[in-house]
């Protein structure tokens, strides 16, 4: 706690300025009732060292009882937060020490006075650690200390909007056994996540076992969806690609993609009992599936899709295809990719209404309902994405652009996940069966990570499309070490 005091006193002092202290400098604390409010009774005790006049103003029921003893052994006051306190009025710096990781929607959140500086202890006050959603009265800073590791909170939703600059202050405690149930993933944890099961064996592979992805897709009233995830799972570089399309549209996507094979109702059971009797090493007739982008869901699934579903075998599942996933629990390992509409839907069919804004609001509260009551990974599309786990842990993605906000993007992202959840360097020697639940998140999560370096690296050149993002695949999974 002293050593997160001092990063907190020493950026105070840099806010500031000044040395020696200009008269009338006042360095007032806004203490809540935690480990934050002791963090900032500390770091006023050594501003008052400093020769800083301080303030204390206690916001909640307690304080830090030793941090308090060392902040008035100092020479500094508490008194209790009112509203029209004078200090607020007259401080120079506020540093926020309310409620750091502790904050929950709805906390009371005191008024400060408007274009105060304001130096937050760990995270701004009314802004929610993991998910990024500000409070309307959030006390906005200038600058932000935050200790022991970067916040998902602090980079994602209105968190960019609210925390200043951001200083990561590493601290000597070993985190062990409090690991955070939210991870931010960004490029580079991408690249490890990627790179963590590659051996040398992998270049021997031949294409049954590099992987091969099943892909259910595409409609009259679709037909390019189907083209799209097709082309970027082959433009990742698919062992084998075998697509089930409906029989209209299946010679457009043969023209399109010809690295496909198809696939008839017959080779799916065919494909799904020799998986039951996978032989180590051997390959696979299909490893992975991809189920949804441009079905049309007025079409009752063929009873092969079902099986496909009452399978083991691993699966995304987008679009109109989680309008076919049976509610509840199911034993398919599985990442469902809804956006909050999706998502409203899947939680409705699991019994839980909810709205958009809700969804909006607290997306990881939602999205982990969804990811318990199907037992399955659910990664939440849009400007952010958010990947949970049944267990509830989860991962936030913001390495995105504005311009993946466009028509087909998603049926790319499957694409880019079937490959993934295919390869079997990423998820076992050809034995994908036993793909974790963990191992899928990581996966949905680097395919999110690949999906928006392919937006950034469009938009760098010009306008974004759904193909555009295709074709520059190639060169973006190699960066990835593909
Ligand atoms: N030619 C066709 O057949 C087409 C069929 N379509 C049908 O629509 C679905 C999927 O639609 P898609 O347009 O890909 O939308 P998704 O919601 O699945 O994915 C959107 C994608 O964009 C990202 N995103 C959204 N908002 C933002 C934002 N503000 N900033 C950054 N990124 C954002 C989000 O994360 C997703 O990755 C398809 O299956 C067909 O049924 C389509 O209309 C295309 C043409």
């Not at 939703?157 to 960004?186: E, K, M, S, W, Y």
């Amino acid at each position: 706690m002293k050593q997160a005091a001092s990063a907190l006193a020493a950026e105070a002092v840099d806010m500031l300025g000044e040395q020696p202290v200009a008269p009338g400098t006042l360095v007032v604390g806004l203490i809540g009732p935690g480990n934050n409010g002791g963090d900032g009774l500390y770091a006023l005790a050594q501003l008052e060292d400093q020769g800083y006049a301080t303030a204390a103003l206690q916001c909640g029921p307690s304080v830090h009882s030793d941090a308090l003893s060392v902040y008035e052994s100092a020479g500094g006051r508490i008194a209790p937060y009112s509203q029209d306190n004078q200090p607020l009025a007259n401080a120079t710096l506020i540093i926020d020490a309310l409620y750091g990781l502790g904050y929950r929607s709805g906390a009371e959140l005191p008024r400060i006075p408007r274009g105060s500086r304001v130096l937050a202890c760990d995270l701004p006050s009314g802004l929610n650690p993991e998910t990024g959603v500000a409070d309307d009265k959030v006390l906005l800073a200038e600058r932000t200390v935050t200790f022991g590791a970067m916040k998902s909170g602090l980079l994602t939703g209105d968190g960019p909007l609210v925390t200043g600059d951001i200083t990561v202050v590493p601290l000597d405690f070993d985190f062990t056994g409090q690991a955070p149930r939210t991870n931010l993933i960004d490029k580079q944890a991408a690249l490890q996540l990627l790179d963590a099961h590659r051996s040398w064996r992998d270049a021997g592979r031949h294409k049954y076992q590099r992987g091969v992805l099943g892909l259910i897709a595409g409609s009259s009233l679709y037909p390019g969806a189907a083209q799209l995830t097709a082309r970027a799972a082959v433009n990742c570089g698919v062992g084998l690609l075998r697509t089930h399309v409906p029989e209209d549209i299946a010679p457009l996507l043969a023209v399109a993609v010809p690295e496909t094979v198809p696939l008839d109702d017959d080779q799916i059971r065919e494909a799904l009992s020799s998986a039951r009797r996978y032989v180590h090493g051997r390959g696979a007739k299909i490893s992975s599936w991809a189920i949804g982008p441009g079905l049309d869901s007025r079409t009752p699934p063929t009873g092969a899709i079902a099986e496909v579903f009452a399978s083991r075998q691993p699966a995304v599942i987008d679009a109109s295809g989680l309008e076919l996933v049976p509610a509840g629990p199911s034993e398919q390992p599985r990442v469902l990719t809804p956006h909050a509409k999706e998502l409203r839907m899947l939680l409705r069919r699991a019994g839980v209404t909810v709205t958009i804004e809700e969804i909006t609001a607290d997306p990881i509260r939602w999205t982990r309902w969804a990811a318990l009551s199907y037992n399955a990974v659910v990664l939440l599309k849009g400007p952010t994405n958010y990947i949970v786990a049944p267990d509830g842990s989860s991962l936030v993605v913001s390495h995105t652009a504005p311009q993946l906000a466009t028509a087909g993007s998603g049926d790319v992202l499957t694409g880019i996940l079937g490959y993934l959840l295919s390869d079997s360097s990423l998820t076992g020697v050809n034995g994908v069966q036993t793909v974790s639940n963990r191992r899928m998140m990581e996966l949905a999560a680097c395919a999110a990570v690949i999906h928006g370096e392919a937006g950034r690296a469009a938009a760098a050149c010009g306008t974004v499309n759904a193909s555009r993002l295709i074709e520059l695949l190639p060169g973006i999974m190699k960066r990835f070490g593909f």
